[in-house]
């Protein structure tokens, strides 16, 4: 019989430290997952806004040497992402379902453009006013044309995500903590005869809380490495998807939330476990069953 509820003992413990281990496996993934979009909100809105194109239309009497000094303008300025000089003939053929058949036509009604993407700094409404003035001061430019309206909303949105981003992570932080505690003070409270028992034998309270933070500590490095190697396979699979990120590229940001995913699940699997033993210690005999 002894030895029967000795096995059944240490299932429940071995079942205990798992629950322990899988909480702060989940929490942290789902921490540290949250930490590397926050390191990457940048990256992201840097792309969506560089994508917005901004078109410069030449005059019909604007000759070769002219959009040729413009391109060389462009190639100097230090608020060019990338640029594509576009014939009016370029232009037809990639219209033709609205123009139809550009070669029948008298007049090409289209003008030699510029598609230019910006460089995401100056996606600002007032950055690019100040470069379509810039643009409008050449004389053979018929017209400067993007969409004010989606540069406003993206960087409104924006804004509004990274708020957000910032209230969710302060409150998944919060909720990390309670439950990684609560799920340490339950593996704990099966030993709390033996910690009583310890006490009333004259162990001080150092020395009975010294074995159970250290269990705690290898519980939270256990459930912390699981977390980072999930990570790791999460970070693969989104520099593979997504690939203008250059996740694996610039690592160190990546490295450091590794390195808080770590640090963070030993730490507050110390702490909790030091709490969770005080509160059992300060417990009388009567208050344990």
């Given amino acids: ?43 992201i809105s840097g792309y969506v806004k560089e994508n917005i194109p901004l078109t410069v239309y030449f005059k019909r009497e604007a000759k070769d040497s002219v959009v040729t000094a413009f391109g060389k303008q462009l190639k100097d300025a230090p608020y060019i992402k990338d640029y594509n000089f576009v014939t009016k003939e370029d232009a037809a053929e990639k219209n033709k379902d609205i123009l139809g058949d550009f070669e029948t036509l008298i007049d ?20 690019i ?34 708020y957000w981003i910032l209230i969710i992570t302060g409150g998944l932080t919060f909720v990390a903590m309670l439950l990684i505690n609560s799920s340490l003070r339950l593996s704990i409270y099966s030993h709390r005869f033996t910690i009583k028992t310890m006490q009333m034998v004259g162990a001080t309270k150092s020395f009975i809380r010294r074995p159970f933070i250290w269990r705690g500590i290898k519980l939270g490095l256990i459930g912390a490495l ?14 593979e998807k997504l690939p203008f990120l250059n996740i694996w590229k610039d690592w160190v940001p990546t490295a450091i939330v590794m390195g808080g995913v770590l640090g963070f699940g030993i730490i507050i699997a110390a702490i909790s476990t030091f ?12 208050d344990l069953y």
């Fill in 275 to 286: 709490f969770a033993t005080q509160r059992f210690l300060n417990l009388r005999t009567d």
């Fill in 1 to 43: 019989m002894a030895s029967s509820f000795d096995q059944f003992q240490k299932r429940r413990l071995i079942s205990s430290y798992f629950s322990v281990i899988l909480i702060i496996f989940i929490v942290l993934t789902l921490l540290g997952a949250l930490g590397l979009f926050v390191i990457n909100t940048e990256k």
């Fill in 226 to 239: 699981l977390a980072i190697a999930a990570l790791l396979w999460l970070v693969n699979y989104v520099d």
């Fill in 108 to 127: 090409n009604p289209l003008f030699d453009s510029y598609d230019i993407h910006l460089k995401s700094a100056y996606v600002q409404s007032d950055s």
């Fill in 129 to 162: 006013k100040n470069i379509d003035v810039e643009f409008r001061s050449n004389p053979m430019v018929a017209d400067v044309s993007y969409d004010a309206v989606v540069v406003e909303m993206a960087n409104e949105n924006i804004k509004k995500i990274s």
